[in-house]
């Protein structure tokens, strides 16, 4: 017992002593969500001192922002964010903070999708596209942290190649569903950039945000839809509410083909954990749901 205290007194004493220092050479860098944030942590490693405002398994469109978030976008040295109007949170969270630090736009550069009037801002669904996502930070973190460009860099380049392997198996695996069969139902219209990259069709009775609710119409026209073009699947959501797709798959006959992670990762127990893991994870759903 005595020897245990002993010991973790000494431990936290090393831990007092050792974090000051280790965090001051650390560049303070706040991702909006989990899916960004994975892919900083891929780029920075341990030169980055990662917070993410939304988490696991939380809703980044309807997300409202809490007093300390204001406190972790101050203390940020670069805040990075998807854009394309995922945030709309976000401008309001930053004015209130006085935060002075840069504001990157994962997104740039990539050509954007329309749903509606609106921008689709779920361009990460295509892997293509998260290589852009790739290099804007890689790109970010080397410019307010010259020291360790070199290191940013190279991690970069070792995640670009595990994408380009990620890109190629998601082309073989989706080669391998029948044409007729690629086309599901999901809940909300998060996969308009995966569907344009691979060829799967995806019908979504919730608009490109979680915070519209369909009429009876729209629920009404998604079931004519699923029966008119036989589609053999739907898909739930980590974040969306399931019931809808539920009464969808009872009323037509379609499978309940499991859940397709979208906007959010899981946390390190559940399926995605990173952004690879997400998307062999949605892959592999779709393809024992379609693939027969
Ligand atoms: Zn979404």
């Known amino acids: 017992m005595r020897l245990w205290f002993c010991l973790a007194l000494a431990l936290q004493v090393l831990a007092l002593l050792a974090s000051p220092l280790q965090a001051a050479e650390r560049l303070n860098v706040v991702a909006s969500f989990s899916i960004i944030s994975d892919f900083v942590r891929a780029i920075g490693g341990e030169r980055v001192n990662l917070t993410t405002l939304v988490g696991p398994n939380s809703d980044v469109h309807v997300y409202a922002p809490t007093p300390s978030d204001a406190k972790t976008i101050a203390a940020a040295q670069v805040l990075i964010v998807n854009g394309l109007g995922l945030e709309g949170w976000l401008p309001r969270l930053v004015q209130s903070s006085g935060s002075k630090a840069p504001i990157v736009t994962a997104t740039t550069g990539i050509a954007t999708l329309k749903s509606g009037s ?19 930070i890689r790109d970010a973190l080397a410019s307010a942290d010259p020291a360790d460009a070199e290191f940013f860099r190279d991690r970069a380049g070792r995640y670009l190649a595990d994408l380009d392997a990620l890109d190629r ?30 060829g799967i069709a995806f019908i979504a009775p919730l608009g490109v945000s ?8 729209d629920i009404a026209k998604i079931i004519g839809q699923v029966r008119a073009a036989r589609i ?14 539920g009464r969808i798959a ?41 693939d027969h």
């Not at 379609?254 to 990762?265: E, P, Q, Y």
């Open 169 to 198: 198996e998601v082309r073989e695996a989706i080669e391998k569903i029948p044409p007729e069969r690629r086309k599901v139902i999901s809940t909300h219209d998060a996969f308009g950039y995966f569907a344009a990259a691979y």
């Open 250 to 290: 009872a009323e037509t006959g379609a499978v309940i083909g499991g859940t397709l992670f979208s906007d959010s990762l899981t946390t390190e127990k559940g399926d995605a954990p990173t952004y690879i893991a997400m998307v062999r994870h949605n892959i592999k759903a779709l393809t024992s749901a379609l």
């Open 210 to 217: 979680t915070e519209s609710e369909p009429s009876a119409r």
């Open 118 to 136: 609106d921008s689709d801002p779920h361009a990460w669904q295509s892997v293509a596209n998260a290589k852009l996502y790739v290099t804007n």
């Open 232 to 245: 053999p699947a739907v898909f739930l959501e980590n974040i969306s509410d399931d019931r809808l797709v």
